[in-house]
């Protein structure tokens, strides 16, 4: 089995979104379809990828408004968090896993940007962070559906991870558009709130 990643720039967000997928078998998920959706598709005929899934990390339109699309091109079933209000063919829950041959997506529940946010461990090598943790920040915490206490709590659980997991995240915000769990523990001033207090009163102001 080999893993791979193919991080893709989006739209005039700054989005990203993704393929994990298995090179010897040729199996994968998609995550966060939007826009310049052609990206993708190239991506999945030069390597001879079948998308077994649409993934979301979270279902703000900037990370859907492809779903429908890659589905109906690629057959993929659309797996969202439980929480999720939008179409979707399955839903996950905290700690499930989602299995395309030896490779092992695990999903962590981590609300605050929004109620059905999510990221996605895989294989336990990188971590797919959606808009819950950027590179040298957060996601936002004052949309409709946001909860800065949450996001606290969220945070905690993605700095608790192994320090070695490379991070992916959802927009390309940061220095890098990559990092790690140990880099960002180190660096990211949103993981290093001593208190739920000192954060809420930071993001509130």
Not at 54 to 71: P, R
Not at 90 to 95: A, G, L, M, Q, Y
Not at 127 to 133: A, H, K, Q, V
């Amino acid at each position: 089995m080999i893993l791979r990643i193919a991080q893709i720039p989006v739209g005039s967000m700054l989005n990203f979104s993704y393929i994990v997928y298995d090179e010897e078998n040729g199996i994968g998920v998609i995550i966060d379809p939007s826009w310049d959706l052609q990206k993708v598709l190239a991506i999945l005929d030069k390597n001879n990828i079948t998308a077994k899934y649409i993934i979301n990390t979270h279902t703000h339109f900037d990370h859907i408004l492809g779903n429908d699309h890659i589905a109906e091109i690629t057959k993929a079933e659309i797996i969202q968090h439980e929480k999720s209000t939008q179409k979707k063919n399955r839903s996950v829950v905290d700690h499930e896993n989602v299995n395309i041959g030896k490779i092992n997506l695990q999903v962590l529940y981590t609300p605050g940007h929004s109620e059905d946010s999510i990221c996605l461990v895989v294989n336990n090598q990188i971590i797919i962070t959606g808009d819950t943790l950027f590179v040298g920040n957060c996601g936002r915490v004052d949309l409709p559906g946001s909860n800065p206490s949450k996001m606290y709590d969220s945070l905690g659980k993605i700095a608790n991870l192994d320090n070695s997991l490379v991070v992916y995240p959802g927009h390309n915000y940061g220095p890098t558009p990559t990092s790690t769990i140990l880099n960002e523990k180190t660096h990211n001033p949103m993981l290093n709130f001593k208190t739920k207090e000192a954060f809420l009163k930071y993001m509130l102001n």
